[in-house]
C-alpha cells in the first residue's frame, strides 16, 4: 500500500481526523449505461448487463476493500495475462482482421478486474505504476505516487468495443456522442457557461458526422491503395493477359529480396524442378509481350476437397508442395510444366489457359499447394500462327537470325547456334546508364550485347519463330537457392526470371537464352542483412502455414494454445493464492495504515487542492508539491509548507516516525493552510 485510502463521501479516521475523498469525477449511472451500450452494439448483450451492474454496485454497496500498491499491481497483472490470452487464441482461431476486431470487442472484459478494483477500494484510483514494472520500482524505492482515475479510460475502452462491431447507422454515433458528452461535461471548467460550452459540444458532434461521412465515401480509395501498396511489398503482380518489360529502361533493374515462394518435394528424397511457370505470351508489342487469345477454361472440382484434375487421370509421377500467398484469394500458381492436379487448395473458381497457365479465385490468402507432374508431360496447346509472328521487329530480326545462319538450320541445331552465340557473344546486365533507342532489341543484338533476362527471352522467342521454330514468351520462378531452416528451397523476388518456349519434335521446350552468370550477379545484389530477415520471414511463413492449414487439420483450437491458457492460468493462480482483500473495517488494515503514515493529515490536504485542480502532477511527491506550494504562498505560509512537507515525509517512511509534539505540528498545521482557510 501506498497511496491515500479514501471512502465515498466525506468522514473522519478512527482518531477523529478529517479527510476529504476524492472519488471518481464519471456522473453516476454512466459507466453502467456505457456498459450496456457496448453490450448492444458489440452483440455481447449477456456480457454486458452483469459487467454493467458491478459497475453501478460500488454506488449501492457502502462496504470497501483495503488495496494497496501491491493488490492492484496484481490485479493489472491479471488483466495482462487475460488480454494476452483473448489475444493468442483469437490470432490463433480467427483471420487477422476478425481477430483483431474480436481483442477490440471484448477488450473490456479483460480490464474489469482492475477497474472493479478502483470501485471498490478505499482510495478511489490505481496508482499508474502498476501497469510498469520500472515505475514499480521507482515507487516502492522512492515512495513516490502517480495516481489515475480509470474510469475514463476504461469508458474509452467500451466505446472501442462498441466500435468494434461496424456500426453504420446513427444509433451509434448518436449514443457514443451522447455518453462521451456526459463525460466531458463531468471534467468541464467551471469557468464555461452552460450554453456556451453545449453550443461547442453541439459543433463538434456535428463536425464529427461529417468527417465519418466523408470517411465512408473515401474509404473504398484508401483502402484499394493500400491493398496495391501491400501486394506490390509482397510479391510481383502477374498478369496472364500482358506481360510488361524493362526493355529500353534507364538505371539498375530493381528486384525485392524478400521471399515469395518456399518449394519442397512433396516426398522425401525427391527432386524439385528448376523451373515453375507463372505465364506465357505469345505476341511482342511496343516493349511488351500479351496473350493472344485470354481463354481461360474452368477446371471442374475432384475428390478430395481442393484437389483439381487439369489433365486426364494419370498416376503421379512427381510432385512437389509450393507455399505462396494470394492476395485476396485470388491469382497465378507458380506450377512445374507438366502439371496435371493441384491438391490442397480449396477454392470457388480454378481455370487454365490454353498457354498452362492456372489461375485460382475464392481460394485462401495462404496456400500450401500440391502440384504433381509429369516432367516430359503436355501441359500446353499446340503451336498457333501466333507463335511465328514478328511484329513489328520483322526486318531486324530476320536480318540477326541470318547472320547468325540459323535460317539454313533444322529447328534443333537453329536453337543450339543461337544459344551457342548469346553464351560465347553476350553479357548478363541489369543496369543500363544511357537512354534506349527506338529500337532497343536491334542495338542490344548489334552493339550493346548486355542486358537483363527479359531481352534474351525476347530476342530468342523471336529470332526461334525467324528461324521457323514457334515460340513463345514465358515468365515464372528459377528454384535454385536451398532452405537454411528446413528442406526444400526459397524462391526470392531476385530469382524472377524469363525464358523462351520452343515447339520442338512435336513438344514444347525451355530455352533458357540468358547467360549463366545471370544467378552469381542477382545473388550478389543480396543485402547484408538478409540472413535477418529471413528469420522474420520463415517465422511469417510458419505461422500463415499453420493459420491456413487445411480444414480436416483445422478441428478446435491447437494443443499449444491450452499449453499457453494453462501456463497462463497457473501463473495466475500462483500470484493470487495467497491474496486476501481485506475489508476497510478490518482493525488490522487501520493499524498497518498508521504504521505506513497513511493517517498524514497532509494526504487530506493535499486532496482538498486537488479538488481545486492545485493537486500533486503525475511525477510529484508531496515533499515536492510542499515547496511548489511554499514558493508560491507568502512568506508567512511558505515556511509552514516546507515544514509539514518534512514532516510527513519523516511520518511515512521514517521508521522511528514523528513524537507527539511533532505529530500534532503536522496536524495543525496541515489544518492551518487548508485551501478555504489560506483563501480567506
Given at each position: 500500500?501506498?497511496?491515500?485510502?479514501?471512502?465515498?463521501?466525506?468522514?473522519?479516521?478512527?482518531?477523529?481526523?478529517?479527510?476529504?475523498?476524492?472519488?471518481?469525477?464519471?456522473?453516476?449511472?454512466?459507466?453502467?449505461?456505457?456498459?450496456?451500450?457496448?453490450?448492444?452494439?458489440?452483440?455481447?448483450?449477456?456480457?454486458?448487463?452483469?459487467?454493467?451492474?458491478?459497475?453501478?454496485?460500488?454506488?449501492f454497496?457502502?462496504?470497501?476493500?483495503s488495496?494497496?500498491?501491491?493488490?492492484?499491481?496484481?490485479?493489472?497483472?491479471?488483466?495482462?495475462?487475460?488480454?494476452?490470452?483473448?489475444?493468442?487464441?483469437?490470432?490463433?482461431?480467427?483471420?487477422?482482421?476478425?481477430?483483431?476486431?474480436?481483442?477490440?470487442?471484448?477488450?473490456?472484459?479483460?480490464?474489469?478486474?482492475?477497474?472493479?478494483?478502483?470501485?471498490?477500494s478505499?482510495?478511489?484510483?490505481?496508482?499508474?505504476?502498476?501497469?510498469?514494472?520500472?515505475?514499480?520500482?521507482?515507487?516502492?524505492?522512492?515512495?513516490?505516487?502517480?495516481?489515475l482515475?480509470?474510469?475514463?479510460?476504461?469508458?474509452?475502452?467500451?466505446?472501442?468495443?462498441?466500435?468494434s462491431?461496424?456500426?453504420?447507422?446513427?444509433?451509434?454515433?448518436?449514443?457514443?456522442?451522447?455518453?462521451?458528452?456526459?463525460?466531458?461535461?463531468?471534467?468541464?471548467?467551471?469557468?464555461?457557461?452552460?450554453?456556451?460550452?453545449?453550443?461547442?459540444?453541439?459543433?463538434?458532434?456535428?463536425?464529427?458526422?461529417?468527417?465519418?461521412?466523408?470517411?465512408?465515401?473515401?474509404?473504398?480509395?484508401?483502402?484499394?491503395?493500400?491493398?496495391?501498396?501491400?501486394?506490390?511489398?509482397?510479391?510481383?503482380?502477374?498478369?496472364?493477359?500482358?506481360?510488361p518489360?524493362?526493355?529500353?529502361?534507364?538505371?539498375?533493374?530493381?528486384?525485392?529480396?524478400?521471399?515469395?515462394?518456399?518449394?519442397?518435394?512433396?516426398?522425401?528424397?525427391?527432386?524439385?524442378?528448376?523451373?515453375?511457370?507463372?505465364?506465357?505470351?505469345?505476341?511482342?508489342?511496343?516493349?511488351?509481350?500479351?496473350?493472344g487469345?485470354?481463354?481461360?477454361?474452368?477446371?471442374?472440382?475432384?475428390?478430395?476437397?481442393?484437389?483439381?484434375?487439369?489433365?486426364?487421370?494419370?498416376?503421379?509421377?512427381?510432385?512437389?508442395?509450393?507455399?505462396?500467398?494470394?492476395?485476396?484469394?485470388?491469382?497465378?500458381?507458380?506450377?512445374?510444366?507438366?502439371t496435371?492436379?493441384?491438391?490442397?487448395?480449396?477454392?470457388?473458381?480454378?481455370?487454365?489457359?490454353?498457354?498452362?497457365?492456372?489461375?485460382?479465385?475464392?481460394?485462401p490468402?495462404?496456400?500450401?499447394?500440391?502440384?504433381?507432374?509429369?516432367?516430359?508431360?503436355?501441359?500446353?496447346?499446340?503451336?498457333?500462327?501466333?507463335?511465328?509472328?514478328?511484329?513489328?521487329?520483322?526486318?531486324?530480326?530476320?536480318?540477326?537470325?541470318q547472320?547468325?545462319?540459323?535460317?539454313?538450320?533444322?529447328?534443333?541445331?537453329?536453337?543450339?547456334?543461337?544459344?551457342?552465340?548469346?553464351?560465347?557473344?553476350?553479357?548478363?546486365?541489369?543496369?543500363?546508364k544511357?537512354?534506349?533507342?527506338?529500337?532497343?532489341?536491334?542495338?542490344?543484338?548489334?552493339?550493346r550485347?548486355?542486358?537483363?533476362?527479359?531481352?534474351?527471352?525476347?530476342?530468342?522467342?523471336?529470332?526461334?519463330?525467324?528461324?521457323?521454330?514457334?515460340?513463345?514468351?514465358?515468365?515464372?520462378?528459377?528454384?535454385?537457392?536451398?532452405?537454411?531452416?528446413?528442406?526444400?528451397?526459397?524462391?526470392?523476388?531476385?530469382?524472377?526470371?524469363?525464358?523462351?518456349?520452343?515447339?520442338?519434335?512435336?513438344?514444347?521446350?525451355?530455352?533458357?537464352a540468358?547467360?549463366?552468370?545471370?544467378?552469381?550477379?542477382?545473388?550478389?545484389?543480396?543485402?547484408?542483412?538478409?540472413?535477418?530477415?529471413?528469420?522474420?520471414?520463415?517465422?511469417?511463413?510458419?505461422?500463415?502455414?499453420?493459420?491456413?492449414?487445411?480444414?480436416?487439420?483445422?478441428?478446435?483450437?491447437?494443443?499449444?494454445?491450452?499449453?499457453?491458457?494453462?501456463?497462463?492460468?497457473?501463473?495466475?493462480?500462483?500470484?493470487?493464492?495467497?491474496?486476501?482483500?481485506?475489508?476497510?473495517?478490518d482493525?488490522a488494515?487501520?493499524?498497518?495504515?498508521?504504521?505506513?503514515?497513511?493517517?498524514?493529515?497532509?494526504?487530506?490536504?493535499?486532496?482538498?487542492?486537488?479538488?481545486?485542480?492545485d493537486?500533486?502532477?503525475?511525477?510529484?511527491s508531496?515533499?515536492?508539491?510542499?515547496?511548489?506550494?511554499?514558493g508560491?504562498?507568502?512568506?508567512?505560509?511558505?515556511?509552514?509548507?516546507?515544514?509539514?512537507?518534512?514532516?510527513?515525509?519523516?511520518?511515512?517512511?521514517?521508521?522511528?516516525?514523528?513524537?507527539?509534539?511533532e505529530?500534532?505540528?503536522?496536524?495543525?498545521?496541515?489544518?492551518?493552510?487548508?485551501?478555504?482557510?489560506?483563501?480567506?
Amino acid at each position: 500500500m501506498g497511496s491515500v485510502c479514501t471512502e465515498v463521501g466525506n468522514g473522519t479516521d478512527r482518531r477523529g481526523v478529517g479527510f476529504l475523498v476524492t472519488p471518481s469525477k464519471l456522473p453516476p449511472g454512466l459507466l453502467g449505461s456505457a456498459a450496456l451500450f457496448w453490450g448492444v452494439e458489440a452483440g455481447l448483450v449477456l456480457w454486458a448487463i452483469p459487467s454493467a451492474l458491478f459497475l453501478e454496485a460500488p454506488r449501492f454497496v457502502s462496504k470497501r476493500w483495503s488495496l494497496g500498491r501491491e493488490d492492484f499491481n496484481r490485479l493489472s497483472d491479471l488483466c495482462a495475462a487475460l488480454f494476452g490470452v483473448m489475444a493468442v487464441i483469437s490470432y490463433a482461431t480467427l483471420e487477422a482482421p476478425e481477430a483483431i476486431l474480436t481483442i477490440f470487442r471484448f477488450g473490456p472484459l479483460t480490464l474489469l478486474p482492475i477497474i472493479l478494483g478502483q470501485l471498490f477500494s478505499e482510495r478511489g484510483r490505481v496508482d499508474v505504476s502498476a501497469f510498469f514494472l520500472a515505475l514499480r520500482r521507482q515507487a516502492k524505492s522512492e515512495g513516490i505516487s502517480w495516481e489515475l482515475d480509470l474510469g475514463y479510460p476504461f469508458l474509452a475502452s467500451l466505446m472501442l468495443g462498441a466500435a468494434s462491431g461496424n456500426p453504420t447507422g446513427f444509433q451509434f454515433y448518436g449514443g457514443c456522442t451522447i455518453i462521451v458528452g456526459i463525460a466531458l461535461w463531468s471534467i468541464r471548467p467551471r469557468r464555461f457557461l452552460t450554453f456556451r460550452w453545449a453550443g461547442l459540444w453541439l459543433a463538434t458532434a456535428l463536425i464529427g458526422a461529417g468527417v465519418i461521412e466523408t470517411i465512408q465515401v473515401g474509404r473504398v480509395v484508401i483502402y484499394r491503395k493500400l491493398l496495391d501498396s501491400y501486394i506490390a511489398r509482397i510479391g510481383p503482380r502477374v498478369d496472364p493477359t500482358r506481360a510488361p518489360t524493362a526493355i529500353g529502361r534507364v538505371g539498375r533493374l530493381q528486384q525485392s529480396d524478400s521471399v515469395f515462394l518456399r518449394v519442397r518435394p512433396a516426398e522425401r528424397g525427391g527432386s524439385v524442378p528448376e523451373l515453375l511457370s507463372d505465364a506465357a505470351y505469345d505476341i511482342y508489342r511496343n516493349r511488351e509481350w500479351a496473350a493472344g487469345r485470354n481463354d481461360f477454361k474452368s477446371v471442374l472440382a475432384s475428390e478430395p476437397v481442393g484437389t483439381w484434375d487439369i489433365a486426364e487421370n494419370r498416376d503421379e509421377k512427381a510432385a512437389i508442395i509450393v507455399s505462396k500467398s494470394l492476395p485476396k484469394g485470388r491469382g497465378l500458381l507458380s506450377i512445374p510444366y507438366g502439371t496435371h492436379r493441384i491438391g490442397g487448395l480449396p477454392a470457388e473458381s480454378f481455370e487454365r489457359s490454353r498457354f498452362g497457365a492456372l489461375r485460382v479465385n475464392g481460394g485462401p490468402s495462404f496456400s500450401e499447394y500440391r502440384a504433381s507432374y509429369w516432367p516430359d508431360g503436355f501441359s500446353e496447346a499446340g503451336p498457333e500462327s501466333g507463335d511465328l509472328k514478328l511484329a513489328g521487329e520483322e526486318k531486324v530480326i530476320r536480318r540477326i537470325a541470318q547472320e547468325w545462319g540459323l535460317t539454313k538450320l533444322p529447328p534443333g541445331k537453329a536453337i543450339d547456334a543461337m544459344l551457342a552465340h548469346f553464351s560465347e557473344n553476350f553479357h548478363y546486365s541489369i543496369y543500363r546508364k544511357e537512354e534506349a533507342g527506338e529500337r532497343p532489341l536491334e542495338e542490344f543484338l548489334t552493339t550493346r550485347r548486355r542486358g537483363h533476362c527479359e531481352y534474351f527471352a525476347t530476342t530468342a522467342v523471336l529470332l526461334m519463330r525467324a528461324a521457323g521454330v514457334p515460340a513463345r514468351y514465358a515468365t515464372g520462378f528459377v528454384v535454385r537457392e536451398q532452405d537454411r531452416y528446413e528442406e526444400g528451397f526459397v524462391v526470392r523476388g531476385r530469382h524472377a526470371h524469363a525464358w523462351a518456349r520452343a515447339y520442338l519434335n512435336g513438344k514444347w521446350v525451355t530455352v533458357d537464352a540468358t547467360p549463366a552468370s545471370w544467378w552469381p550477379i542477382e545473388n550478389a545484389r543480396r543485402s547484408g542483412f538478409r540472413p535477418l530477415l529471413d528469420i522474420f520471414d520463415w517465422m511469417r511463413y510458419r505461422w500463415s502455414a499453420w493459420r491456413w492449414r487445411p480444414v480436416e487439420e483445422n478441428k478446435g483450437i491447437a494443443w499449444w494454445v491450452w499449453v499457453l491458457a494453462l501456463v497462463a492460468g497457473f501463473i495466475i493462480w500462483r500470484n493470487f493464492r495467497d491474496w486476501r482483500p481485506q475489508s476497510a473495517d478490518d482493525s488490522a488494515v487501520f493499524f498497518e495504515e498508521l504504521r505506513l503514515g497513511l493517517d498524514s493529515e497532509l494526504l487530506t490536504l493535499e486532496a482538498a487542492f486537488a479538488e481545486r485542480g492545485d493537486g500533486r502532477r503525475l511525477s510529484e511527491s508531496l515533499r515536492r508539491w510542499c515547496n511548489r506550494k511554499a514558493g508560491a504562498a507568502p512568506s508567512a505560509d511558505a515556511e509552514l509548507w516546507r515544514r509539514i512537507g518534512a514532516l510527513h515525509e519523516r511520518h511515512r517512511f521514517d521508521p522511528k516516525g514523528l513524537i507527539e509534539s511533532e505529530r500534532t505540528e503536522l496536524g495543525r498545521g496541515a489544518q492551518r493552510l487548508r485551501p478555504e482557510k489560506v483563501s480567506s
